[in-house]
């Protein structure tokens, strides 16, 4: 057993963590405040090759394996979860899905532009009324002639709004003659006809990462934009999604490890009561619950990554990550704004735009109940 | 203790459910919440009909109602909105003071203009070095003939800027004691420091206050010299009791939206309501607001009775407001994708309830309140 980084690994890592920290922690707050989408910085980790590490060269990849996506996830999040949150679909979701279940003319057309980070991919699997249930999605795409014709609304659309976005990965109904209807998944780039960008959802926070609905209103895209097998569309998309929820993990770990160092730096420099707050035990212990459940998350996000490069099964472990990620990542953002007082609030100080982050990842790549409904499948397999 | 509400509680609880029907608009929330701005038109029509300032005397311009009265009235306000709510309930912040300590000038020349809408009045305690005690206050007033000289910084006041009066916590004559004093926003010498966004509670503003050789008359001295940390000490106690409230109603408030969702929402070929984990989610949300509600009443009671139990109280904050952050936070996740967006109002509750854990007394603080009481001091 061997719990050492490769070089490699530690090499990325430690490139972005300088990165994140020079770059991207100093305009956090502003990014928040404003919406404003980051494209200079997007422009710079393109230019890193961080939308590509774990794609093939010959795509404009950079060869690199799936627990250094998740490291360098993790630090982007660390001084941004926007910045994961970008890389999570653009990257995780949709590049893989692409990777995997593209033609190689897909992969020249519409893989390559994203793996170098030129253009922006996004995911649509939810509808207004398909959530957690997204067997019961009712897009539909039809045949006509050389195009497929598509109708139907998307709704939490991550990246779609950004102006760089090229694409969105469609999963919809089509008819089958006699044999009821399956799911396939589609490439509607943003430019095709009938495709509508819906209005900016206003969240609680994570407002540079944009999120909009996405209508189909007749969408036609070319008979070649099926991706991947026609009877395989909802597997497919779900496929790539086990990837995604490592993802939030990383993110999940990412945001918690900044907590705890908000936390502890504030505790170590804060005075009260004639002395720093670091001396209380009640928030010694706080700090040290934080500790333990960052670095047991962070364990098991790197074991689901590391399965997923050794391409072995890693549904439990992926799923597993999420959830238990996700979860103690709004404790930690809790505790941390305890231990900071009434300064915590204040956005001059970063915990509390952590804290309104945080909660949003118990709820994409499928919900707590969502994972736990998986995990219990996982177990009454065995 | 049971709670059962008598007829005149009801009425109220009655009241105030109208109102906020009628008055808090979901629009405009948003609007107001995303601006940083206090519902200054809803706070008037809210005075105009006698519900600021309920529990003060008759005379004073006040419904002479119980400090009961006061939390359901609070409690009916957050469940509509939690932010219009706090932001009309925290508007008397400093009149405590006044109405426990202050001298019949001062109440009769500032508590009708509270209740009856003229003003807001913020409480000055904190300094930007200050402890949970008061023990390193930088403020001091000096006495000059018959006035105070005042000079100094208070943090996180209340309603700063938008306040007609401050109660401030001062260093009186340089010793260790401290006095409150009673000093009117357009005093020469009063800068208010924007500090900037924060998370909940958006609609009560929360800034600086710098005060150089501020003058104000003697008389403004509230209740007696060198008794300011014992006063604010006392009335931050009393607080609890609102907040706590505050914190209930934000919590039911949530707890109603999700309720609502849950029945109608489909997943899975059913209502998301008929599966067993919704059912116990929201059993555990349900049982976590009924022990708030009875321990917050329970503080209201018992200070009505005659004296504030300040364990009891202190409790009542701890539960209510722990119980609208995971109430809130299981109400978001209950709605999903939806409970992330502003349109639900959710995400909202979530961020006020997470601001009302640390306003007044923080948890640490009342774990340290409560378990003083239990033990007794430690030497």
């Known amino acids: 057993m061997d719990f050492d980084l490769s070089k490699e690994q530690k090499m990325i890592r430690d490139e972005v963590r300088k990165f994140a920290r020079k770059e991207i922690a100093p305009k956090a707050e502003e990014l928040e405040r404003t919406g404003e989408y980051p494209y200079d910085l997007m422009e710079k980790m393109a230019k890193l090759g961080l939308m590509g590490i774990p794609f093939p060269e010959e795509y404009g990849g950079m060869g690199g394996d799936w627990v250094s996506l998740h490291l360098v996830i993790e630090e982007l999040s660390r001084a941004d979860a926007n910045f994961g949150a970008i890389i999570d679909v653009t990257t995780s979701v949709v590049g893989q899905e692409l990777y995997v279940f593209g033609t190689e003319e897909q992969k020249r057309k519409y893989l390559i532009p994203i793996v170098k980070g030129e253009k922006i991919g996004a995911f649509g699997l939810t509808e207004p009324d398909s959530g957690s249930d997204a067997g019961s999605l009712t897009t539909t795409a039809e045949l006509q002639g050389d195009e497929w014709v598509l109708n139907g609304t998307k709704q939490f659309i991550t990246n779609i709004g950004l102006d760089n976005a090229s694409l969105v990965l469609v999963a919809a109904r089509v008819q089958n003659e006699g044999k009821g209807d399956i799911i396939s998944t589609f490439i509607v780039p943003k430019d095709a006809p009938g495709f509508e960008l819906g209005e900016k959802y206003r969240k609680m926070a994570m407002h540079a990462s944009a999120t909009h609905e996405v209508i189909l209103n007749s969408c036609r895209i070319p008979k070649d934009n099926l991706l991947g097998d026609p009877n395989r569309g909802f597997a497919q998309h779900l496929a790539v999604l086990e990837t995604g929820r490592i993802s939030i993990a990383a993110m999940a770990v990412g945001v918690a490890q900044a907590c705890m160092e908000e936390a502890l730096r504030w505790a170590q420099g804060r005075a009260q009561f004639g002395q720093p707050i670091f001396n209380f035990q009640a928030v010694q212990f706080k700090l040290a619950d934080m500790a333990v459940a960052i670095e047991l998350a962070r364990n098991m996000y790197l074991k689901a990554a590391w399965l997923k490069d050794q391409g072995r099964q890693h549904a439990f472990e992926a799923s597993a990550a999420k959830l238990f990620a996700s979860e103690m990542a709004e404790k930690v953002a809790s505790d941390a704004l305890h231990i900071h007082g009434g300064y915590g609030f204040m956005e001059e100080y970063p915990v509390s735009r952590y804290f309104k982050g945080i909660k949003l990842l118990q709820i994409v790549e499928g919900t707590s109940e969502v994972q736990r409904m998986l995990i219990a499948r996982t177990l009454a397999r065995q | ?379």
Request: charged fraction near 25%; charge should be negative; aromatic fraction near 8%.
């Open chain 2, 1 to 379: 203790m049971v709670y059962q509400l008598n007829k005149s509680q009801k009425e109220i609880q009655k009241a105030a459910k109208e109102f906020a029907k009628g008055e808090f608009d979901k629009d405009l929330a948003y609007e107001l919440d995303k601006n940083q701005e206090f519902p200054e038109k809803i706070w008037k029509k809210a005075a105009e009909l006698g519900f600021i300032g309920m529990h003060f005397p008759e005379k004073y311009a006040g419904g002479e109602l119980d400090v009961l009265d006061n939390v359901i009235l609070a409690e009916e306000f957050c469940r509509k909105d939690s932010t219009i709510g706090s932001a009309l309930m925290l508007s008397a912040f400093a009149s405590e003071c006044l109405l426990r300590f202050g001298s019949n000038e001062l109440k009769e020349k500032y508590l009708p203009k509270v209740a009856e809408g003229e003003m807001l009045s913020g409480a000055a305690y904190s300094e930007p070095d200050t402890d949970a005690a008061f023990d390193s206050l930088i403020t001091t007033a000096v006495k000059d003939n018959n006035e105070w000289i005042i000079n100094g910084e208070k943090s996180y006041v209340l309603n700063a800027g938008m306040a007609g009066f401050y109660c401030v916590l001062c260093h009186t004559n340089g010793d260790q004691k401290t006095s409150l004093i009673l000093v009117e926003s357009q005093r020469q010498g009063i800068t208010v420091i924007d500090k900037g966004e924060k998370l909940g509670l958006r609609m009560t503003a929360t800034s600086d206050l710098k005060f150089e050789n501020v003058r104000v008359p003697l008389g403004q001295l509230v209740g007696k010299e060198g008794n300011g940390r014992k006063q604010v000490q006392s009335v931050l106690d009393e607080s609890c009791i609102l907040i706590a409230s505050l914190a209930l109603g934000t919590a039911q408030g949530a707890f109603d939206r999700a309720l609502d969702y849950v029945k109608q929402r489909e997943q899975f070929g059913k209502k998301i309501v008929q599966f067993q984990v919704t059912q116990h989610k929201l059993a555990d949300m349900v049982s976590k607001i009924d022990q708030a509600r009875a321990i917050t009443y329970s503080a209201a009671q018992s200070f009505d009775a005659g004296k504030l139990d300040v364990k009891l109280a202190c409790m009542a904050k701890l539960v209510a407001c722990r119980a609208a952050v995971e109430v809130a936070s299981e109400a978001i996740q209950l709605l999903g994708g939806y409970g992330y967006m502003t349109e639900y109002e959710i995400e909202r509750f979530y961020r006020d309830a997470k601001n009302m854990e640390i306003l007044g007394r923080a948890p640490t603080h009342l774990k340290d309140i409560i378990a003083a009481t239990i033990v007794g001091k430690i030497k």
